[in-house]
């Protein structure tokens, strides 16, 4: 299984694969042509040459290969092993897929000239739809830095993995905490010993030493330290890498060719922190005083106390917060793992999948539910933790002009009860009510609120036209699903409607619920009756 995306002609144009052979302006101008990586490509055919060769993945037809490219880096922000020319989607059909104005599927990606503020150029598109889509559209158009992207993404369904820069800030600031106590440890320990160092200090102040040579010394000490600590942390680094990448689900690695800015960096900030930590030390152990040390009078404790116990209730106070944020992470995760989302996930096996016609889709589910460990199975174009497609609805009853945000999701008649979902007026969608199919929705009870219906069954709703239809009438209500949350936790739960497939409409994901029984065993089972 190979990770493939559609691109347009302009793809390189933009993002500069190294290029290994093939026309990379026009590799993928004709339908079915394909792009491959390096490694793609020698897993196919070897050391053959395979620009002009042909490949088939889909069972249907047959692409050619028009380029090869070095392979993707892990960290780029698409990754893939495989290109197809986007004008193989609308090849041999009678409308352009591209054409429509109301579609939001298709990222684009634009390349500013140098001396373009993308700021200005995002003010100067925002509000564009309009000329295409009508005066009343409320749908707005920005732009975003592809470099912010991985970081500050505030979208769904982006294609590269993303991250928080919250948790960076997060991270950063536990790990200065922890070097801030490492230090005052450093220096609390090394004035605490200093009865042990007197006598040398004395010493070498009776043979010539001066103080600046003594500081020095000192310092070095603490430096020589910071940077020991650094090369142990380095060696941990690359143990236990390989296991954290594992847990964050990211490709994390470190090279001195490529990250030498990083590791300048780290340098820099050891030496910083050496001499921080060795400075207060070397400046206390070299003020003693060679008559009074060598005749046993000198007191290490007599002086700096004061700045010794700032720095222990210093040291206190980070250790606390840290321990009363980790116990706030806690019980968020405590929250998270408990939390009733609405729905019931366990035991529910998903994968995307694209089924053209109701009737394929039938034999699928048919052929699943023979698998004695298979409960139901269910067809939606969005994941219900996930839905992310938003219209404009009107109702019945609605004034003027009236009108709300709700987010809309196709599913079929079985995906309230493989998820366990609740209604709570009305019915579920049925196969045994024929008029159903593409004519009636279920609300969530926000949009029952919002609205502010007291008997929402059998009233209408009508919305303006989503990624199904152009334009949509009067729609009935037909049942009340209990709130369940469609998107993370971060977000309240908001209007919703579930539409039902209309006739011979494609989906575009699976769910399937399995008994408690060997998830493994019945994954092996299920796959094994389509081979």
Same mark, same amino acid.
């Not at 070097?179 to 010539?208: C, P, Q, W, Y």
């Not at 921080?276 to 000198?298: C, D, E, M, T």
């Given at each position: 299984r190979e990770r493939a995306f559609y691109a347009d002609s302009a793809f390189f144009q933009i993002f500069s694969f190294g290029w290994l052979g093939g026309d990379a302006a026009h590799a993928l101008d004709a339908p079915y042509s394909v792009v491959l990586t390096e490694s793609l490509a020698q897993k196919i055919f070897g050391q053959e040459e395979p620009v002009g060769q042909t490949i088939r993945f889909d069972d249907d037809n047959d692409y050619q290969v028009h380029g090869v490219i070095a392979d993707v880096p892990d960290n780029s922000h698409i990754t893939f092993q495989l290109l197809i020319s986007a004008v193989t989607i609308s090849a041999g059909q009678d409308n352009d897929p591209f054409a429509s104005w109301g579609d939001n599927w298709v990222p684009l990606y634009a390349l500013l000239q140098p001396d373009v503020s993308w700021e200005q150029t995002s003010e100067k598109i925002q509000f564009a739809l309009k000329t295409y889509q009508g005066e009343e559209s409320k749908?707005?158009?920005?732009?975003?830095?592809?470099?912010?992207?991985?970081?500050?993404?505030?979208?769904?369904?982006?294609?590269?993995?993303?991250?928080?820069?919250?948790?960076?800030?997060?991270?950063?600031?536990?790990?200065?905490?922890?070097?801030?106590?490492?230090?005052?440890? %450093?220096?609390?320990?090394? !004035?605490?010993?200093?009865?042990?160092?007197?006598?040398?200090?004395?010493?070498?102040?009776?043979?010539?030493?001066?103080?600046?040579?003594?500081?020095?010394?000192?310092?070095?000490?603490?430096?020589?330290?910071?940077?020991?600590?650094?090369?142990?942390?380095?060696?941990?680094?690359?143990? %236990?890498?390989?296991? %954290?990448?594992?847990?964050?689900?990211?490709? @994390?690695?470190?090279?001195?060719?490529?990250?030498?800015?990083?590791?300048?960096?780290?340098?820099?900030? !050891?030496?910083?922190?050496?001499?921080? +930590?060795?400075?207060?030390?070397?400046?206390? @152990?070299?003020? %003693?005083?060679?008559?009074?040390?060598?005749?046993?009078?000198?007191?290490?404790?007599?002086?700096? +106390?004061?700045?010794?116990?700032?720095?222990?209730?210093?040291?206190?106070?980070?250790?606390?917060?840290?321990?009363?944020?980790?116990?706030?992470?806690?019980?968020?995760?405590?929250?998270?793992?408990?939390?009733?989302?609405?729905?019931?996930?366990?035991?529910? @096996?998903?994968?995307?999948?694209?089924?053209?016609?109701?009737? !394929?889709?039938?034999?699928?589910?048919?052929?699943?539910?023979?698998?004695?460990?298979?409960?139901?199975?269910?067809?939606?174009?969005?994941?219900?933790?996930?839905?992310?497609?938003?219209?404009?609805?009107?109702?019945?009853?609605?004034?003027?002009?009236?009108?709300?945000?709700?987010?809309?999701?196709?599913?079929?008649?079985? @995906?309230?009860?493989?998820?366990?979902m609740t209604i709570v007026a009305g019915r579920g969608f049925s196969r045994e009510f024929g008029a159903d199919q593409g004519h009636v929705v279920v609300l969530n009870e926000a949009a029952v609120k919002h609205i502010g219906w007291e008997e929402p069954v059998g009233k209408n709703i009508r919305y303006w036209g989503d990624y199904k239809h152009t334009q949509i009438g009067n729609t009935a209500v037909v049942g009340v699903v209990k709130d369940f949350h469609f998107l993370s936790l971060h977000n309240p739960v908001t209007p919703l409607m579930l539409r039902l497939y209309p006739a011979d409409s494609p989906s575009w994901s699976i769910s399937i619920k399995v008994r408690e029984q060997d998830l493994p065993a019945t994954i092996a089972g299920i796959e094994a009756r389509f081979q």
């Open positions: 749908n707005e158009l920005y732009l975003r830095p592809l470099s912010r992207i991985h970081l500050h993404a505030q979208v769904m369904h982006e294609i590269g993995l993303v991250g928080s820069i919250k948790n960076i800030y997060i991270f950063t600031a536990v790990a200065l905490f922890v070097l801030i106590i490492a230090g005052i440890n %450093f220096m609390n320990l090394t !004035t605490a010993r200093s009865a042990d160092r007197a006598r040398e200090v004395g010493l070498r102040k009776v043979s010539g030493a001066q103080r600046t040579s003594l500081i020095r010394q000192f310092l070095g000490e603490s430096v020589y330290t910071a940077f020991f600590s650094l090369i142990i942390a380095f060696v941990l680094i690359a143990i %236990f890498l390989p296991e %954290f990448n594992r847990i964050v689900n990211r490709e @994390l690695h470190l090279s001195l060719q490529q990250d030498w800015p990083f590791f300048l960096g780290v340098l820099a900030l !050891t030496l910083l922190v050496g001499v921080l +930590a060795g400075i207060y030390p070397a400046f206390v @152990l070299s003020s %003693f005083q060679p008559a009074s040390v060598l005749k046993g009078r000198q007191s290490t404790y007599s002086r700096s +106390a004061l700045l010794r116990k700032a720095l222990v209730v210093f040291q206190f106070f980070v250790s606390v917060t840290l321990i009363s944020g980790t116990i706030i992470v806690l019980q968020q995760v405590h929250f998270l793992l408990h939390k009733d989302l609405g729905y019931d996930s366990e035991q529910v @096996l998903t994968f995307p999948i694209f089924i053209e016609e109701t009737g !394929t889709f039938r034999s699928f589910r048919s052929e699943v539910l023979k698998d004695s460990n298979v409960v139901n199975v269910a067809a939606h174009d969005y994941m219900p933790h996930s839905s992310s497609n938003w219209t404009r609805v009107s109702w019945e009853g609605a004034a003027e002009g009236e009108w709300m945000k709700m987010n809309v999701n196709y599913v079929d008649q079985e @995906l309230l009860d493989t998820y366990g």
